[in-house]
């Protein structure tokens, strides 16, 4: 069975500090790993995603993750945050065998900039 | 433009009443989704379609019905059934179902409240 675990649920920074959002998943499989990012009564938008190759992806908005096969990790960083990304985070995991390409979502991360 | 569109986008149902969800999507994706957020639960999956014609129950169905007849649209109904109806739905889909490492692109999301 496939989990994603975010740890805390509000993280608040200052604006030009480094962003840093936690993901630990549970996958009995190598996983497909997503980060996607929701502003209010918005849906979510594709940050970037994982699936083989480089274990260092880079996304949108200046977003990267890195994938740590030993830790179990897929944790988010910005080297400087803006007030644009204030929002909501979710990670996500889809890993095979399953049926219909089904993601489990993290409980999402609530990201404050403080000016 | 292509996307998924979703309507309305705020909708108010009375206790005992059916309403339906509409989700249209024009990127020609094979697997449409729909998922129910609640504050602090992330997102989860109510059901899924890979194809025309078939669909398939997430993890809590009970209190919703779907259908399939074409491949551009997954309306969803939330019947009188589902004991807690009020919450944020959000529809999305995929290239192609089965794959995990297919991105699921989102629609805008309908707020549904229950009066």
């Known amino acids: 069975a496939q989990s994603v675990t975010q740890l805390g649920s509000h993280v608040s920074v200052s604006e030009g500090a480094l962003v840093l959002l936690r993901c630990n998943y549970s996958?009995?499989?190598?996983?497909?790993l997503f980060w996607y990012v929701q502003y209010p009564n918005q849906g979510l938008q594709l940050l970037l995603k994982y699936t083989t190759g480089a274990t260092l992806v880079k996304g949108i908005n200046g977003f990267e993750a890195e994938f740590k096969k030993s830790e179990t990790s897929f944790h988010l960083t910005k080297p400087s945050a803006h007030m644009s990304d204030a929002a909501e985070y979710f990670c996500?995991?889809?890993?095979?065998?399953?049926?219909?390409?089904?993601?489990?979502f993290g409980t999402g991360t609530s990201l404050t900039v403080i000016p | 433009d292509g996307g998924i569109t979703q309507s309305p986008k705020y909708l108010f149902r009375k206790e005992g009443q059916n309403v339906t969800l509409s989700c249209e999507q024009n990127?020609?994706?094979?697997?449409m989704y729909w998922y129910r957020q609640d504050p602090g639960q992330g997102l989860r999956l109510i059901y899924y379609s890979q194809i025309v014609n078939d669909f398939q129950k997430g993890d809590i169905a009970e209190g919703y019905s779907v259908s399939r007849e074409k491949k551009e649209s997954f309306p969803l109904t939330v019947t009188s059934a589902q004991k807690n109806p009020t919450a944020f739905y959000l529809c999305a889909s995929s290239i192609v179902a089965g794959s995990g490492s297919d991105t699921q692109y989102f629609g805008p999301g309908t707020r549904l409240t229950v009066l």
């Open positions: 996500a995991v889809s890993a095979l065998p399953n049926t219909g390409n089904q993601f489990y």
């Open positions: 990127l020609n994706h094979d697997a």
């Open positions: 996958s009995s499989v190598p996983p497909y």
